[in-house]
Nanobody, 128 residues
Framework: QVQLVESGGGSVQAGGSLRLTCTVS????????MAWFRQLPGHKRAGVAIIDSDGLTNYADSVKGRFTISQDNAKKTLYLQMNNLKPEDSAIYYC??????????????????????WGQGTQVTVSS
């Protein structure tokens, strides 16, 4: 089992920044897909940023150039740096993980709808 705990959410004005942190515990090694999702009221949870075990990243078009996903494997921590925040970024943000069964490819993206492990979520509110 893998346990994920998010922190760092809060309220900020448009144009501001926040950094989300996801602490990983339990059975975990480097061969995991890690991702941030967000869910707006009345909408399905959507992937925001992904990082695979090789450190390759992928972003939703709506956050490219503003958000950065990174991880510290030694600390078992995942981060999401969010800059130039907009009101439409307001959502509950979730950290998620999935064992990367095929290395060096697009596994983490192709299986984005099937991530197994989830945190409890952290609220981000951006006011105009």
């Amino acid at each position: 089992q893998v346990q994920l705990v998010e922190s760092g959410g809060g309220s900020v004005q448009a144009g501001g920044s926040l950094r989300l942190t996801c602490t990983v515990s339990g059975y975990y090694n480097r061969n995991f897909c890690m991702a941030w999702f967000r869910q707006l009221p009345g909408h399905k949870r959507a992937g925001v940023a992904i990082i695979d075990s090789d450190g390759l990243t992928n972003y939703a078009d709506s956050v490219k150039g503003r958000f950065t996903i990174s991880q510290d494997n030694a600390k078992k921590t995942l981060y999401l740096q969010m800059n130039n925040l907009k009101p439409e970024d307001s959502a509950i943000y979730y950290c998620a993980a999935e064992a990367e069964l095929e290395l060096g490819g697009t596994y983490c993206i192709r299986h984005l709808d099937n991530y197994t492990y989830w945190g409890q979520g952290t609220q981000v509110t951006v006011s105009s």
